[in-house]
């Protein structure tokens, strides 16, 4: 009877056929990871840029339910707008849209502090006692609704994403 001789391990062929396969699931694994990556980077950075609209939002309606009155507003159909309040203080409270720079500034008698960048739009309606009635005269003013737009980034374009609130003046 002939001697067998039993060869332990692999050939070539498997060994090389064995690193393509790991070498193709590898790169497909990464291919997910970094799509997976930018897709949250991209949310994080719509989030971050809608929160900035927000923000201005609530520190504007914060400052205006507790003022006396409004001493200047721009235009309702102004979509770089400025407001100015006055506070039971008798400080003048005051926010102007930077349309160039796409700044939200704020201040005491002047606005010029950043609030917030990344604003397209900073829009200002004066409203009468009944809630809908739009006015510029300061005198009839007894509600403030105001609106920012922020542009998040998509494949294709921007995308604009409008946010609006509505605050009544305190002595009213």
């Known amino acids: 009877m002939k001697n067998r001789q039993t060869k332990h391990g692999f050939t070539l062929l498997e060994l090389m056929v064995t690193t393509a ?13 970094r799509t997976s990556y930018a897709a949250w980077n991209r949310h994080e950075e719509d989030q971050e840029t809608r929160q900035a609209g ?33 506070t039971p203080t008798g400080q003048t409270l005051v926010w102007d849209h930077d349309s160039g720079t796409k700044r939200i500034l704020f201040g005491v008698t002047n ?13 200002f309606v004066g409203l009468r006692t009944d809630g809908t009635t739009a006015s510029t005269d300061v005198g009839l003013i ?10 998040l980034e998509r494949p294709n374009g921007l995308e604009p994403v409008a946010a609006s609130c509505q605050a009544w003046l305190r002595a009213w």
């Open 21 to 33: 396969m790991l070498a193709a699931l590898t790169t497909a694994t990464m291919v997910l990871v």
């Open 54 to 86: 927000i923000a201005v939002l609530r520190h504007i309606v914060r400052h205006v339910r507790q003022a006396t009155a409004v001493s200047a507003i721009s235009s309702a159909t102004d979509n770089s707008g400025s407001l100015s309040i006055l």
């Open 111 to 123: 606005a010029d502090q950043v609030l917030a960048t990344g604003i397209e739009q900073l829009n």
């Open 142 to 151: 007894h509600s403030v609704r105001a609106t920012t737009e922020v542009q």
